[in-house]
């Protein structure tokens, strides 16, 4: 069992970066996926990125394009993910997941177990 909690969303200007975080409670161990969803109104809950917990690997929706960077500090049970050149398009409710089986990188919503409450990001065209 473990428990999600997300912070760091906002209200940007299209262009600007922000890093959202996501600590971790409980004990998740190294076989653990921790991803990042985003949900937009009126459309399907979409993989953003995904990281091993213990072994670091990483994978990313193909819509990324290389400008959202998920990273992970087991030390304080934290995942994040670095967004940048943010669009209009990117608004959405972010949301942390995690994945008790180690499937997650293969950026399936239903292979994970537990979800944060999530966060909104709303940037301004």
């Known amino acids: 069992q473990v428990d999600l909690v997300e912070s760091g969303g906002g209200l940007v200007q299209a262009g600007a970066s922000l890093r959202l975080s996501c600590v971790v409670s409980?004990?998740?161990?190294?076989?653990?996926?921790m991803g990042w969803f985003r949900q937009a109104p009126r459309q399907e809950r979409e993989f953003v990125a995904a990281?091993?917990?213990?072994?670091?690997?990483?994978a990313y929706g193909d819509i990324m394009e290389g400008r959202f960077a998920i990273s992970a500090d087991n030390g304080k049970n934290t995942v994040y993910l670095q967004m940048n050149s943010l669009k209009a398009e990117d608004t959405a409710v972010y949301y942390c997941?995690?994945?008790?089986?180690?499937?997650?990188?293969?950026?399936?919503?239903?292979?994970?177990?537990?979800w944060g409450q999530g966060t909104q990001v709303t940037v301004s065209s």
């Open positions: 997941a995690a994945d008790s089986r180690g499937w997650g990188l293969l950026g399936n919503a239903t292979d994970y177990d537990y």
């Open positions: 409980g004990r998740p161990t190294s076989s653990y996926a």
């Open positions: 990281i091993n917990w213990g072994a670091g690997n990483t």
